[in-house]
């Protein structure tokens, strides 16, 4: 049995589980413009130099509960796997966005290793916001699931 709580990013901080006990919370596959590799969010740091669920919570869980999300896990989750445009950020980040009246956004960044897309902040924007910003990827429908989807987890009982 592995323990994902083990399991960290490249900066010593333990990664968040999803709500299928895996540390993977979308992808985003080579047909996106980018390399393909798991979403990921780490603990992280609070604080203007901030990253991770830290960060996202201590700077924009009211709006994101008060759009009507129950959690800011329930919102990382859903943007995660069911965002439908990417679009270039500032210094190497993207933006994952979902959303009509306003965008349900996480920012990430490749990892140093580029095993996996670190997320580094998120929230809740008005449109105008990303307006401008180059479109990567768009499309209806993303992949939420992983290439080997019918797996198990490692920690699952198939009896």
């Known amino acids: 049995m592995q323990n994902y709580r083990l399991a960290t ?14 540390i993977d919370f979308g992808y985003i ?9 798991p979403i990921r969010i780490a603990e992280g740091l609070s604080g203007p130099k901030g990253y991770g669920l830290k960060h ?27 965002f439908t445009e990417i679009k270039e950020g500032r210094d ?16 990430v960044a490749l990892s140093r290793e580029g095993d996996y897309w670190k997320v580094i902040s998120g929230g809740i924007f008005r449109i105008r916001y990303s307006k401008n910003k180059k479109i990567i990827h768009s499309a209806s429908e993303v992949r939420t ?5 019918d797996e198990l987890l490692p920690f699952e009982d198939k009896s």
Request: net charge negative; hydrophobic share 30%; no cysteine.
């Open 92 to 107: 190497g980040s993207y933006l994952l966005e979902k959303g009509d009246a306003y965008h349900n956004t996480l920012y």
């Open 56 to 82: 996202i919570i201590e700077g924009h869980s009211k709006e994101i509960t008060g759009s009507g999300y129950k959690s800011v896990y329930e919102f990382m989750e859903d943007v995660a796997g069911n």
């Open 145 to 149: 699931s992983s290439p080997a989807e």
């Open 9 to 22: 990013d490249e900066n010593g901080s333990p990664f968040v589980l999803n709500s299928k006990w895996s």
């Open 29 to 37: 596959t080579e047909e996106m413009n980018l390399p393909p590799a």
